[in-house]
T-cell receptor
Framework: EAQVTQNPRYLITVTGKKLTVTCSQNMNHEYMSWYRQDPGLGLRQIYYSMNVEVTDKGDVPEGYKVSRKEKRNFPLILESPSPNQTSLYFC???????????FGQGTRLTVV | TQLLEQSPQFLSIQEGENLTVYCNSSSVFSSLQWYRQEPGEGPVLLVTVVTGGEVKKLKRLTFQFGDARKDSSLHITAAQPGDTGLYLCAVSGAGSYQLTFGKGTKLSVIP
């Protein structure tokens, strides 16, 4: 089954404790991206990657890091999480030349 | 300034009613997508419209792309509680890589 898998689905952590949210896709898509979704602000892009070892900042990259060492994986790293990073996070992938994106089920992160 | 303006922001209707939601912009797009997001889930693609004036139907949902390819509408006939969710429009940036979303219309259909 074609899918984008994120883990964990839910995470509660404390300020400053490094964390990684994993994302994996099995569709051989070139393009992957991370979004955060907040009430009243909609989906905002954090980082995106056009292929292995190619990443770029989205609209709200501050406080986040990403890596793309393999085509299927695109982890999101928060080196020192802060409460303003409490949000619902989505990973998405898209094939080259295709318009539609496929989303993971989301990770609800709470930083206390 | 938001690239895509969606209206209304919230909509609560009774089962069986018809409704239309809108996605507007001052920019011209080569294509536009509509997604639906249910609580606790990621957005799922409903349709992609490409040609100005294009109309696509998906059961009780009718999607239209404006003639000038700057706006789109989604019309739902005889809404059902299962239609409840957040409806998002989105467009691709240059090179078809980046995807920009509107803030969405949150629809509640009351039985």
């Amino acid at each position: 089954e074609a899918q984008v898998t994120q883990n964990p689905r839910y995470l509660i952590t404390v300020t400053g404790k490094k964390l990684t949210v994993t994302c994996s896709q099995n569709m051989n898509h070139e393009y992957m991206s991370w979004y955060r979704q907040d009430p009243g602000l909609g989906l905002r892009q954090i980082y995106y990657s056009m292929n292995v070892e190619v990443t770029d900042k989205g609209d709200v990259p501050e406080g986040y890091k990403v890596s793309r060492k393999e085509k299927r994986n695109f982890p999101l790293i928060l080196e020192s999480p802060s409460p303003n990073q409490t949000s619902l996070y989505f990973c998405a992938s898209k094939g080259q030349g295709r318009a539609e994106a496929f989303f993971g089920q989301g990770t609800r992160l709470t930083v206390v | 300034t938001q690239l895509l303006e969606q209206s209304p922001q919230f909509l609560s209707i009774q089962e069986g009613e018809n409704l239309t939601v809108y996605c507007n912009s001052s920019s011209v797009f080569s294509s536009l997508q509509w997604y639906r997001q249910e609580p606790g889930e990621g957005p799922v693609l409903l349709v992609t419209v490409v040609t100005g004036g294009e109309v696509k139907k998906l059961k009780r949902l009718t999607f239209q792309f404006g003639d000038a390819r700057k706006d789109s509408s989604l019309h739902i006939t005889a809404a059902q509680p299962g239609d409840t969710g957040l409806y998002l429009c989105a467009v691709s940036g240059a090179g078809s890589y980046q995807l920009t979303f509107g803030k969405g219309t949150k629809l509640s259909v009351i039985p």
